[in-house]
């Protein structure tokens, strides 16, 4: 498809058309990628649920960058951006397209910063780990937007309000990252024990979802002055930041529900929203 006649397509559709929600997933470990589980099986129904997309772009916790990028290339590598696990995590491969044309148009609708079109990233685990069990026949142009890792909550919430034209495109956004993510206070005895969390990890997801259900974007945006856990929930906002692409993109007359709301090992949850 050139970039003419995708922006003919984008073009010739309307709100009343479609309207495709925004998810912000907790991915959680890697090994949900291969793994059939509660939250996988999750993310297999949402895919059969929400309407089908004519592309996927996913702003990962896992692609930091200086500046923001746009994945442009026709065929993005599967990154196996982790160490420690099984032989056969490695193995898979997400041979989905990308799409250099909606590349261009992402990047054009971004006023507030310039936007580099990257070819040397791909997919990273943020990405193929859900998207794979969504969409397992790899036949959707998948894309990553970068996060700008030297700007602060509220920068990436404005910048998402400017994607907003892509939810009536056929286009699906998703945040893929987890909002309370420690890795280093992980009980390991008990990541096998269902719904387990510290008091301070259950207080924050408490907190988080209330924020996000009335609405209070700037509260979120605002995340270190919620509680004094907050700095145990997200020592490093890097998987926090993706939740924010999300709630910029929300309107008015989004309907909002949660899904996958468990915590693991103590101190990471795997809480996700669906908007619209």
Known sequence: MSLHNFKNWTDSLTEEDIKLPVLFIGHGSPMNGIEDNEFSQTW????????????VIVVSAHWLTRGT????????????DFG???????????????SPE????TASLITSTDVGLDHDWGLDHGTWTVVRHMYPDADIPVLQLSIDYGKPAE?????????????????????????VHN???????????????????IEMNDI??????????????EYE?????????????????PLMYILGLQDNKDELSFFNDKLVGGSLNMTSVKIG
């Open 155 to 179: 920068y990436h919430y404005n910048l998402a309000k400017q994607l907003s034209a892509l939810r009536k495109k056929g286009v699906l956004i998703i945040g893929s990252g987890n909002m």
């Open 69 to 80: 990028h746009v994945t442009a290339m026709e065929e993005p590598k599967t990154i196996h």
């Open 208 to 221: 988080f979802k209330q924020k996000i259900q009335g609405g209070d974007h700037k509260a979120l945006m």
């Open 44 to 55: 297999a129904k949402m895919g059969k649920e929400v309407t089908r997309p004519k592309a």
């Open 84 to 98: 420690g696990f099984p032989q056969a995590l490695f193995d898979v491969e997400y041979p989905a397209k990308g």
């Open 183 to 201: 890795l280093r206070m992980i009980d390991w005895r008990k990541l096998n024990e269902p719904n387990y969390g510290f008091d301070w990890a």
């Open 225 to 241: 002055k919620l509680s004094k856990s907050a700095k145990l929930a997200i020592p490093t906002p890097d998987h926090y930041y």
């Open 102 to 105: 909606l590349a261009k148009e």
